[in-house]
């Protein structure tokens, strides 16, 4: 029956087939198992009924054409052989339809990503509509994969060489303005009318009545193509440090087939998918895609609790987290208000808003319209008006609690009885902020990063008293604004703040203990954190690090407890990047080398040591694995997946080691436990392993 399938096949009275791809009962549409199988057996179809002319493959869904392959089919590929014979079968069922004597024009409203660009190229003619969410893109490098049915071959013959190497590496889209341009689609139309131009243009291509012209991009060839992959690898090697093979194996497929045959190009392509799919890195990365699916859909309060309806959202504070988050609030179609102290404060708020929004719409079709709806949607005020008729306000004010608490009772006089009062704290326990609230039940922690428009976690914390409809709107609120939520309880750093707190003070330690400051850094990064603790600490400016230590310190004792040199530093007037004088020297913002005169501020002064890159990176690793088991350990977080998610996603946990759970269960429970109890008699009590790992280990359980 036509709704149990996945794919259904119409033809017209022109001899036009059309295939619908509409996953019954989910939003997107996905490459599962039966849809592939389904395609086999229409394209079969279509190629043997001699009363078919031309197909065209289009989505019965309202925004998206393709989100790319069901990745929990890659479960099945247990070995390099599977993997490799894998991408050898999709290779060739998506080659049958570019070896097609017939037409194929591909009909792409919405998302067309990963697989389903795949498909998309092995069409003769694609048309894009120009709906705001209609992005091309091969994205699988963001899960330890490369494209590997016929993407690496086909986009690196259809546009600039350049440009193809950039979408594969980064997995970047690309929108529709630019994809005609350099001729990844031929031709833009509104969605309203999609299937009706597809239909008409299959069958003018079949009769020969329409020419595909798109422009032609020649490639490179010897020295200039060498200078291209060498640019590309030099990138590669800057911006992953030789940790993740997969971009590596991309352009190894795409120099392959470029310079010994596309079917040369084919068979690097398979080989390179099949090592990548068994590999460490793309079996973490794919953790945390499923772990961070699971959590976007995880309320923490079950089914039956149904958030409220918010259609205005009120911010306290217009700098940079508070007008990141009015301009996320407008972007998802919220109407806001934004308050600060004075006119010239919301004048900055307003126009960083602004700026968000033009990075991300700019270079679209229509990008000034699309800006414009957004922005109108934010206004601001140096007082309470507008307030008496929000749903939720979104407090993102200094890090004091008296001020906290000042907002938290004024704010509280004006607002409707029904509205949530969330607080963007990011160390302060929302018991200690909620006693200034007459509505505890309706108050509840949402802890953004920054900036806010690129990070793509929130972190709510609930006390005892808040109401489960307060939590299940901020889950809604969150997922609306296309960002992954990870619900925890109250308590003194929540999660986040906690195991970020202890992997900088880790970094602390060892510069008491007499080592460089860079030589500490490339610990960190030397396995996959994206900043040194040092370097991050001037990110976040050295007073609040100072100020946050001290607060984690008195909360949670020995364990939290660093070295006192941070406050001379402070009173010496660095602050870090902000004031331009911190650890590192800065030029006009920018980081520089260290700065060799704070080393007079720190214990050893100037007479530093080397030290072994790769115990520090022993140390920051299990510095935040075992704190992290800390947090699962007393209930502040509810379960080890959110572990993963807000370690990987919030605090830049290595991704490649797939968050400190499952880097956990990689390594063994035992070996974990026996590496901490030999960091512990080096130095001391702050490696002293958690209960819950020790039980662990003597059981043999796993966290997943």
């Given at each position: 029956m036509a709704d149990s399938r996945i794919l259904n096949l119409y033809v017209n009275d022109k001899g036009v087939a059309t295939i619908v791809i509409d996953l019954p009962g989910e939003r997107y549409n996905l490459l599962k198992r039966q849809a592939v199988e389904e395609l086999a057996e229409l394209i079969t179809i279509f190629e043997q009924d001699e009363r078919i002319v031309a197909l065209v493959i289009i989505s019965g869904k309202e925004?998206?054409?393709?989100?790319?392959?069901?990745?929990?089919?890659?479960?099945?590929?247990?070995s390099v052989e599977a993997g490799y014979k894998g991408s050898l079968e999709a290779q060739k069922l998506f080659s049958r339809l570019y070896n097609s004597k017939k037409p194929v024009v591909i009909a792409i409203n919405g998302i067309c990503v990963g697989g389903g660009l795949e498909l998309a190229l092995n069409g003769h003619y694609r048309i894009a509509t120009d709906h705001p969410k209609t992005a091309l893109g091969l994205p699988e490098v963001k899960l330890g994969l490369l494209p590997g049915a016929t993407g690496t071959q086909r986009l690196s013959r259809l546009v600039p060489i350049e440009m193809a190497l950039e979408k594969m590496l980064t997995g970047k889209n690309t929108f529709p303005a630019r994809a005609k341009f350099v001729g990844l689609i031929d031709e833009i139309c509104p969605p309203a009318i999609l299937r009706e131009v597809a239909e008409d243009r299959a069958y003018k291509l079949a009769e020969d009545?329409?020419?595909?012209?798109?422009?032609?991009?020649?490639?490179?060839?010897?020295?200039?193509?060498?200078?291209?992959?060498?640019?590309?690898?030099?990138?590669?090697?800057?911006?992953?440090?030789?940790?993740?093979?997969?971009?590596?194996?991309?352009?190894?497929?795409?120099?392959?087939?470029?310079?010994?045959?596309?079917?040369?190009?084919?068979?690097?392509?398979?080989?390179?998918?099949?090592e990548l799919v068994v590999s460490r890195e793309a079996l973490s990365l794919i953790h945390i895609f499923f772990r961070s699916t699971e959590a976007k859909k995880d309320s923490s309060v079950g089914d039956d609790i149904k958030p409220m309806d918010v259609e205005k959202i009120a911010v306290l504070g217009a700098g940079l987290m508070g007008a990141g988050v009015a301009a996320v609030s407008a972007d998802t179609n919220y109407v806001v208000r934004m308050k600060d102290r004075d006119e010239e404060s919301v004048g900055r708020g307003i126009s960083y808003a602004a700026s968000v929004l033009k990075e991300k719409y700019g270079k679209r079709r229509n990008s000034q319209t699309e800006i414009s709806k957004r922005f109108g949607l934010i206004s601001g005020a140096t007082d309470y008006s507008g307030f008496k008729t929000s749903d939720l306000v979104i407090e993102a004010v200094f890090e004091d609690v008296a001020l906290k608490h000042k907002v938290i009772k004024e704010v509280e006089e004006v607002l409707p009885e029904h509205a949530i009062f969330a607080s963007n704290t990011s160390a302060i326990p929302i018991t200690m902020l909620v006693q200034a609230s007459k509505r505890p039940e309706r108050f509840i922690g949402m802890h953004f990063f920054s900036p806010v428009h690129k990070m793509p976690l929130v972190e709510i914390i609930v006390t005892e008293k808040t109401a489960p409809e307060v939590t299940a709107t901020v889950v809604d609120v969150t997922r609306r604004y296309g960002k992954t939520p990870i619900v925890v309880n109250d308590g003194p750093g929540f999660y986040t703040s906690r195991v970020f707190g202890r992997y900088v003070l880790e970094g602390y330690c060892?510069?008491?203990?007499?080592?460089?400051?860079?030589?500490?850094?490339?610990?960190?990064?030397?396995?996959?954190?994206?900043?040194?603790?040092?370097?991050?600490?001037?990110?976040?400016?050295?007073?609040?690090?100072e100020k946050a230590g001290k607060f984690m310190a008195f909360a949670l004792g020995e364990r939290m407890k660093g070295p006192d040199f941070i406050s001379k530093v402070v009173a010496d007037g660095r602050m870090g990047r902000k004031n331009g004088r911190g650890f590192y020297l800065y030029n006009d913002g920018k980081k520089g080398?260290?700065?060799?005169?704070?080393?007079?501020?720190?214990?050893?002064?100037?007479?530093?040591?080397?030290?072994?890159?790769?115990?520090?990176?022993?140390?920051?690793?299990?510095?935040?694995?075992?704190?992290?088991?800390?947090?699962?350990?007393?209930?502040?977080?509810?379960?080890?997946?959110?572990?993963?998610?807000g370690g990987v996603m919030g605090i830049g946990f290595p991704p490649i080691l797939g968050g400190p759970f499952k880097f956990a269960d990689t390594e063994g429970l035992k070996t974990v436990v026996d590496t901490l109890a030999k960091l512990e008699s080096k130095f001391g009590e702050r490696f002293k392993a958690a209960d819950i790992l020790l039980e662990m280990a003597k059981t043999g359980k796993t966290f997943f």
């Open positions: 925004d998206n054409f393709l989100s790319g392959a069901d990745i929990s089919m890659f479960a099945d590929l247990t009545s329409l020419k595909v012209a798109r422009p032609t991009w020649p490639v490179p060839k010897g020295e200039a193509l060498e200078a291209i992959f060498k640019g590309a690898e030099a990138m590669v090697n800057k911006q992953t440090k030789g940790l993740y093979p997969a971009p590596y194996k991309i352009l190894k497929a795409v120099k392959e087939g470029l310079i010994n045959g596309i079917e040369a190009g084919f068979e690097a392509e398979a080989r390179g998918f099949g060892a510069l008491a203990e007499g080592y460089k400051i860079e030589d500490v850094d490339a610990g960190a990064t030397k396995v996959g954190f994206p900043v040194g603790p040092i370097t991050v600490t001037d990110e976040v400016g050295i007073d609040v690090a080398k260290v700065d060799s005169s704070v080393y007079n501020l720190l214990p050893f002064g100037s007479d530093r040591k080397s030290g072994e890159i790769g115990e520090f990176s022993e140390r920051f690793l299990y510095a935040f694995l075992n704190e992290a088991a800390y947090c699962l350990q007393e209930n502040i977080l509810r379960n080890a997946r959110d572990g993963d998610v």
